[in-house]
């Protein structure tokens, strides 16, 4: 049984996992050091949220999957 229930689609899912990992190795690469760990932060979040399939900030909007 999970305790969350996926409310993004398997596309949305697809982009978040790429964009997420690009973001964070962009600013990991390329970025000052203070700025670059909030940004590689960042983008680790939006690849975990894709691969989770679920987005916090999609099931407070009330956003997503009908089911």
């Known amino acids: 049984m999970a305790f969350y229930r996926k409310n993004i689609g398997s596309l949305h899912q697809v982009v978040r996992i790429v964009i997420g990992a690009v973001a964070a190795f962009a ?21 975990l949220s894709g691969l989770l399939g679920y987005c916090p900030m999609c099931a407070a909007t009330g956003l997503g999957r009908r089911r």
């Open 27 to 47: 600013a990991l690469v390329w970025l000052a050091a203070p700025v670059s760990y909030l940004g590689g932060i960042a983008g680790v979040g939006l690849a």
